[in-house]
């Protein structure tokens, strides 16, 4: 006799029948639970990988029209094998470690490290005009959970080209403007460093009542989003100074062109 007829032909008032038939409806939905995580892991992980790329795109101005595309993931793929020709990860001296994918980088795991253990993914894009910019991952931490983006430099690797950023739980009206075009916006032209044959690290300000109209590191922080405009020049501050000797680097590389 199965287990399942013996069940049945129990006493369905006993505390027995009831702790047998909950616990193998318990395993019936929990192997059913599994099949299914398993079987949508492929289009999940295909969804994040997608969004992620969008993210990188959104940072040169490169993602419009995605929503529209009638296969999401054909135009996004193919718009971000246009513009991104070259993918590196390099460490806090500025040398590439070969052999570690940069798309595939965790940042929340790298930004757990000391800075001298971490591996840093950047994104070489080719605009249309063949201009290049260096695309810079950031992650950081907000006033309810994680806040991440991306920041694209032109080829001084100075000035900001675009940016973009997202969060998990900003509240909305709040520090969820971090993730507005209107917020995004100020940064462009936006200077990371002071001077020019000597470079001093300053990152970008998000100053709270305004930043001057003429501060070339400054932008606005967001009116009753305090923590979080903190948390993000925090997390541009830590995450771009990582990459100071590889800016430098390729710095030296180009004047010697």
Wanted: charged share 20%; with cysteine; aromatic share 8%.
């Amino acid at each position: 006799m199965s287990l399942l007829d013996k069940i049945k032909s129990m006493d369905r008032n006993s505390n027995t029948y009831t702790i047998m038939y909950s616990s193998v409806m318990v395993i019936v939905v929990a192997m059913l639970l599994a099949i299914a995580s398993t079987a949508l892991k492929p289009a999940q992980t295909k969804n994040i990988e997608t969004e992620k790329k969008i993210d990188i795109l959104r940072s040169i101005g490169k993602a419009d029209g995605v929503e529209q595309a009638a296969n999401k993931h054909a135009f996004v793929s193919e718009n971000f094998n246009k513009y991104i020709p070259e993918q590196a990860v390099v460490n806090s001296k500025g040398d590439t470690i070969t052999g570690v994918v940069a798309f595939n980088v965790d940042l929340k795991l790298e930004m757990s490290k000391p800075i001298e253990q971490r591996n840093l993914p950047v994104y070489k894009a080719k605009l249309d005009d063949g201009s290049i910019k260096y695309i810079i991952p950031l992650r950081g931490r907000g006033l309810w959970g994680p806040i991440w983006g991306y920041i694209a430099l032109n080829d001084d690797l100075n000035t900001i080209y675009g940016a973009t950023f997202a969060h998990q739980g900003e509240t909305p009206g709040l520090g969820a403007e971090i993730s507005t075009p209107e917020f995004q916006e100020q940064f462009k032209g936006k200077s990371i460093f002071q001077g020019d044959s000597i470079l001093t690290f300053t990152s970008v300000k998000v100053v709270k009542g305004g930043a001057a109209p003429n501060d070339p590191h400054g932008v606005d922080a967001i009116s009753g989003g305090t923590i979080t405009s903190k948390g993000l020049e925090s997390m541009l501050f830590d995450c771009l100074a990582a990459y100071q000797s590889y800016f430098q680097k390729v710095k030296n590389s180009i004047s010697h062109e």
